[in-house]
């Protein structure tokens, strides 16, 4: 196939498969900052999820460089803010949706 006649296959399978990766980091990080947070005071709480949020950024630069596209990184980028507000306030929907590949490593 040639990459300069179906371009848009190309970004579309990247957006899809890139931001698969993200929300799934996501969907990891999330559950785990809820679990370390039970019983911790408010500003060890606040820290420990500014720790998630960072790791979402980390996560995002590690896709970012795989796909280097502007496009993929603003993506990318909300998806892993987005998602991870998403799945911290909803932990168990992470599992939910990633739950057969987290069970892979356990």
């Given at each position: 196939m040639n990459l300069y006649d179906h371009f848009d296959a190309h970004v579309i399978?990247?957006?899809i498969f890139s931001g698969f990766v993200q929300i799934g980091w996501s969907a990891f990080a999330a559950p785990v900052i809820?679990?370390?947070t039970a019983g911790t005071p408010i500003w060890m709480a606040i820290i420990l999820?500014?720790?998630?949020?960072?790791s979402c950024w980390i996560a995002c630069v590690i896709v970012a460089a795989f796909y280097m596209g502007s496009i993929y990184r603003m993506v990318?980028?909300?998806?892993?803010?987005?998602?991870?507000?998403?799945?911290?306030?909803?932990?168990?929907a992470g599992g939910v949706i990633y739950g057969w590949f987290f069970k892979l490593f356990t």
């Open positions: 399978s990247g957006l809820h679990e370390f999820y500014a720790a998630g949020v960072v990318n980028l909300a998806l892993a803010i987005v998602s991870f507000i998403v799945f911290s306030v909803w932990p168990n």
